[in-house]
């Protein structure tokens, strides 16, 4: 098979005068052939090293993100900042905090509940970075009528919510991960031994369970129903999205359609009503709340998406779990859906499933000659698009916190459609 190298400038900055808003050019992918790789037949992880091996060539407006800034804010909020280390002192204390709320009576549930949250075991914490984010970028003004106090005391009452917010999203998402661990029959998670690998799928299940009850205590203790009503709804949604995806029919796997709805209930949700509720908390409009749950909606699905290609283009290493995974679960996704549009013979393909390697290795040829892995990428940056067009869309602030915590947003499109793992 020939090797496809795809093209990928450099992300940078540029400024507009006068524009006041952060923008994504839109990346339109281009493809060159590279030289023959060689590989014995049928032998897929050298098929996969074909799609590893890939540089990214540069063309005008390809894969170039450019943030206008309005040069008249001479501020530190235009200076680029690492999202991550925005918060990283509430990321230790919410960190802390998840470990002591997941401590049992019964040893061995406590150490399978607590598992992904040792330390050195936590993963990037993407969803707590992007929720106290979006926190501080909703903050608005205290009255100057309200008593610098009371002011005070309100604000770090609200912060703590929203930093609970936090803890019972990323409980929910570990939650998941035990339960579709199980399910994909995993050996390996964040780089280290699966729970179930290592525990036992039993022990593994309940250990999700427990999750999900201890953020339903947490969640209670917020005593805001619209709240309870939001992160209730994300864990339907989880069940559904794994529901589909395990009993599709195969029109329903054929898809594109079918195939975004499902990564919305099993990715997007959770991340997307997680910022709603943090818009909610901070007394914010309906409209604004919005805004928050659109940013959420359209990063969560620009995540999955480069997931997708990740999938195919990443190693066991990079990504902390099997490479391939997906297709060797006969999971259908963005990349082979969008190679099928090309070469329809896929579908044939497809529907023999793929617990055969040669299958496997036929589509993996198919998609090396298409453009899957292009357009899925040029998908996720239309979502990035959108994500950074709701944060433009949030009212107006003059105060240097808020506007620095809105510009770490948008830089977190760029990392999650430039990361490699």
Known sequence: MQMFRWGFRSLCRSRTAGSGVYSFNGFLPVASRGAHLGRKPAEVPSKVQDFREYHFQSSRGVHDIRYQIDQDRKSAAEESVDPFALVSDELSIIGNRLRSMVVS???????????????????????????????????????????????????????????????????IHVASLLHDDVLDDADT????????????NKLSVLAGDFLLSRACVALASLKNTEVVSLLATVVEHLVT?????????????????????????????????????????????????????????????????????????????????????????????????????????????????????????????????????????????E???SAIEAINALPKSDDEAVITSRRALVDLTHKVINRTK
Not at 189 to 200: A, D, E, P, Q
């Open 105 to 171: 009576e019964v040893p061995k549930l406590a150490s399978a509940a607590e598992y992904f949250f040792k330390i050195g075991a936590e993963g990037k914490r993407f969803r707590p970075t992007v929720l106290l984010l979006m926190a501080s970028a909703l903050s608005m003004p205290t009255p100057e009528s309200v008593a610098a106090e009371v002011a005070s005391s309100f604000e770090k009452n609200m912060r703590t919510r929203q930093q609970c917010i936090a803890e019972i999203t990323e409980m």
């Open 189 to 200: 998670r964040r780089g280290i031994g699966s729970l179930n690998f290592v525990m036992g």
């Open 241 to 381: 999205g794994e529901t589909m995806q395990m009993s599709a029919n195969a029109e329903q796997r054929h898809s594109m359609e079918y195939y975004m709805l499902k990564t919305y209930y099993k990715t997007a949700s959770l991340i997307s009503n997680s910022c709603k509720a943090i818009a909610l908390l901070a007394g914010q409009t309906t409209e604004v709340a919005m805004h928050a749950y659109n940013y959420g909606r359209n990063l969560g699905l620009a995540f999955q998406l480069i997931d997708d290609v990740l999938d195919f283009t990443g190693t066991t290493t990079s990504l902390g779990k099997g490479s391939l995974s997906d297709i060797r679960h006969g999971i259908i996704t963005a990349p082979i859906l969008f190679a099928k549009e090309e070469f329809p013979e896929l579908q044939s393909i497809i529907d023999k499933g793929f617990s055969n390697p040669a299958n496997v290795e036929a589509a993996l040829d198919y998609l090396g000659k298409s453009k899957g892995i292009e357009r899925t990428r040029a998908l996720a940056v």
């Open 383 to 385: 979502h990035a698009n």
